[in-house]
């Protein structure tokens, strides 16, 4: 509630607004019966016709002005929780944004995209129940009773016992509903998983013939969410028949008492049929409020999910006065760096690992699969904090520089190339908006993707679906490349992005790449050795260890690892070759 709350107070003139039309309202719900028993009983009764005009001449009055207290109360209420839902999305956004992927390995993906979307959605739906009627109804319920103590003593009894027993219900669905609703939540998390992964390995499930296989996994946790939704809503659904019944014997007792009473003399007719009103305001208000009630731990559920991404710490943060301007650029020192990933074992994956890279040099690493190499280079732009040791970046750890200036010295193309929604050129200009049309083709054509770009009717403004699903795995590959061109940074980290080429492209692209790279430092991660066997040093991993540096030709002579690499790559010819 607090985090609803903190949302809603910011929008203060809406809500006093709304508090204002929730007066309305009750001036047409209440005013109504009392003006109705008046002209009953001055008017009718007494065959005078004069209290019949005025009183009903008042009942149109009224009626209009509860008529703009509801269209505003719809209005400001819609125009807040539509605030509150947007505000609360954008905060979530913009926290996922700063998460480390530590963080992001801990929610989920699939988890982090319910609670943005739906948790979201539920917490709109309980707060759109709350503007409406959770100020309106307990002063509907207290101005109610207020009249129908006002209006007969002797029938208010019948009321007031049965509010305890309804409350009771109320609270005890609440308290039932609450983990009831928790699961709800955790099995469309399941549902969103699950899909997720499906859709984007839609192929390999073709590929391998597994539909059933999936079918039968989505069923399952499809039903899962279905078995606890029907749980839930069926015990909502049985308190709605519950109150009825509570309502229907008060309705019965009044109407017998009060038939009694108007026998004796004691209650006019109209005074009967205004306190009959007046019930069902009471009954109807607290059974409104008993829905908002019953909708709160559901919602509080999902507030729950959602400031758990708001409240949770981010790993990776800067230190008050970051460093923004360096001297030198692209002056790269690893000192006996360690690094465990996050979880119950946390044994490191890299373990002291020295090296150093200067402007003008290219570095590379190699090593078998899973010995660390995408690990080691992550931790330069901080996807990950070093667990022991330093990296230093022009002279400062990059744990003390601001972040954006950090990552603004890095050129950095992934194993796996991300490109987004949207045209080439404005995927190209994603690290550099102001680049122009010209820098854009030469990045391109060191990228050796000017020719496929040139040769689509809309060059640079194709447009590219989804994730760049309209091209092959090479030419996202040629774009990211050039889309880290574009930049001009001081470092270059290229994590296995060649590949996806060819043998031909891989190697002119890299010499294309030469004349660009001359004063930067370039880092180079790959499987095969012709891509990196020109570099200035080539860092051998294993199992998170260096175990050797040195030029190509240094280290098939003294390394026996890299000589098995290389061995199992090349052909004689190829290895006795000077480079
Ligand atoms: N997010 C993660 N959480 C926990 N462990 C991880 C994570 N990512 C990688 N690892 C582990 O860290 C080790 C190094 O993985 P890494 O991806 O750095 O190796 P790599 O040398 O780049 O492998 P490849 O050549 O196959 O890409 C592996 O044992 C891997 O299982």
Redesign the pocket.
């Known amino acids: 509630m607090k985090l609803m709350w903190r949302y809603t107070i910011r929008y203060k003139k809406l809500l006093f607004w709304n508090f204002i039309c929730v007066f309305g309202f009750i001036l047409i719900e209440l005013g109504l019966p009392t003006l109705l028993g008046q002209i009953i009983d001055k008017g009718i009764n007494q065959h005078i016709f004069g209290p019949v005009w005025q009183f009903g001449l008042l009942m149109v009055g009224i009626c209009l002005i509860g008529l703009i207290g509801l269209i505003g109360l719809a209005y400001t209420g819609s125009r807040l929780t539509t605030n509150i839902v947007r505000d609360m999305r954008n905060d979530i956004f913009k926290q996922i944004m700063q998460f480390s992927?530590?963080e992001y390995?801990e929610f989920g993906v699939s988890s982090l995209i319910t609670r943005t979307t739906n948790d979201a959605f539920q917490v709109m739906q309980f707060m759109t129940q709350v503007l409406r009627t959770g100020f309106m109804t307990p002063m509907m319920i207290v101005a109610s009773a207020f009249m129908i103590v006002r209006t007969s003593q002797s029938l208010s009894w019948i009321v007031f016992a049965a509010i305890p027993i309804l409350l009771a219900g109320v609270v005890l669905i609440g308290r039932i509903s609450e983990p009831m609703s928790a699961e709800q939540q955790r099995n469309l998390d399941a549902i969103n998983l699950n899909l997720r992964e499906n859709l984007t390995g839609i192929r390999v499930i073709r590929a391998f013939v597994r539909e059933q296989f999936q079918k039968l996994r989505f069923r399952k946790v499809n039903d899962d969410y279905s078995q606890s939704s029907v749980r839930l809503f069926t015990l909502v659904a049985l308190a709605q028949p519950g109150f009825s019944f509570i309502f229907n014997i008060v309705f019965v007792l009044i109407i017998w008492q009060g038939a009694v009473q108007i026998d004796t003399g004691n209650l006019a007719v109209g005074t009967l049929i205004a306190f009959i009103e007046y019930i069902f305001h009471v009954l109807f208000s607290f059974m409104l409020f008993a829905s908002v009630f019953m909708m709160y731990p559901r919602a509080a559920v999902s507030a729950n999910r959602i400031e758990k991404i708001l409240n949770a710490p981010i790993n990776i943060s800067e230190k008050e006065d970051s460093v923004t301007i360096t001297e030198t650029q692209g002056e790269l020192v690893f000192d006996n760096v360690s690094f465990a990933?996050?979880?119950p074992t946390e044994s490191p994956?890299?373990r002291d690992v020295s090296f150093q890279a200067h402007p003008g040099e290219t570095v590379a690493?190699i090593?078998?699969?899973?010995?660390?190499?995408?690990?080691?280079i992550?931790l330069i732009p901080r996807f990950f904090d070093v667990t022991r040791g330093a990296i230093k970046l022009d002279g400062y750890d990059v744990r003390d520089y601001q972040l954006k200036a950090l990552r603004q010295k890095i050129g950095f193309i992934p194993?796996k190339a991300v490109l987004f929604t949207g045209t080439i050129a404005e995927n190209l200009r994603y690290g550099n908006p102001n680049a122009t049309d010209a820098e854009l083709w030469a990045a391109l054509k060191i990228a050796q993707a000017d020719t496929f770009v040139a040769e689509k009717p809309d060059g640079l403004q194709t447009y590219l679906a989804e994730g760049g699903s309209n091209l092959s795995g090479g030419q996202k590959q040629r774009l990211a490349i050039a889309r880290a061109i574009v930049r001009r940074p001081a470092l270059y980290i290229f994590?296995?992005s060649f590949s996806a080429l060819d043998y031909k492209t891989d190697a002119t692209l890299r010499s294309a790449l030469k004349p660009i790279t001359k004063a930067v430092t370039v880092l180079i991660?790959a499987?095969r050795v012709g891509t990196i066997r020109s570099a200035d040093r080539i860092v051998v991993?294993n199992e998170?260890q260096v175990v050797g540096i040195g030029t190509h030709q240094t280290l098939l002579k003294d390394n026996e690892i890299y000589r098995a690499i290389a061995a199992s790559q090349l052909s004689q010819e190829e290895l006795d070759e000077k480079y």
């Open positions: 992927h530590s390995g990933y996050p979880g994956v890299i690493f090593g078998s699969t899973g010995s660390g190499k995408s690990t080691l992550q194993q994590d296995d991660v499987q991993l998170g």
